[in-house]
């Protein structure tokens, strides 16, 4: 049975701080990982990681894949109370079923001022 | 605009009713897909749709159905044989190509029980 995992489940900071979320996996077939942002009602795309080593970026946001260790990583820096939300993993386990993903229990953020 | 448009947001089910979630997107997206998600315990896939008139459950399709009839469309109906529906329900389309592509969700509907 696929499985992931996210940790911490739920994380505290105040702004400008700079915070590091984890996702392991274990999949029969994997083809790629996803990372989401959940704010109030639909989750909205971050990143797609495909190849270990290759870090995405998008402003305070990055990301990396660690295929042979089958973990991720979701650095914010500088973080702001805008960032506050639950942050999703998933993975895509191929095979004949296209875009089948498998997802995390989610990291709850919280971003005082 | 381009979306998933999910409906109602809101909805109350009495004890052994049948109620239907509505989901429609304009993305051109050939896959469609339905997921639950609980407190704590992230999305589950219930029913997946690849191209219409075809689809495959997914981990927790006991007590649901659902029906492709266009690509736009893929509603799902809760059961009276669902003993626990109270959740949000999330719905999600994405191209289906050999190269990856992500999925795009809706709003949401939350489903409690009266």
Redesign the interface.
Known sequence: EDK?V?SP?SLVVHEGDTVTLNCSYEVTNF??L?W?KQEK?????LF?L?SSGIEKKSGRLSSILDKKELFSILNITATQTGDSAVY?C?V?AGGT??????????TILTVHP | DGGITQSPKYLFRKEGQNVTLSCEQNLNHDAMYWYRQDPGQGLRLIYYSQIVNDFQKGDIAEGYSVSREKKESFPLTVTSAQKNPTAFYLCASSMVTHSNQPQHFGDGTRLSIL
């Not at chain 1, 009602?41 to 795309?45: D, G, M, R, S």
Request: net charge positive.
């Open positions: 992931v996210q489940l083809r790629s996803l989401y009602k639909a989750p909205t795309f797609m495909t999703l998933a895509d079923s296209y875009g089948k993903l498998t997802f995390g229990q989610g």
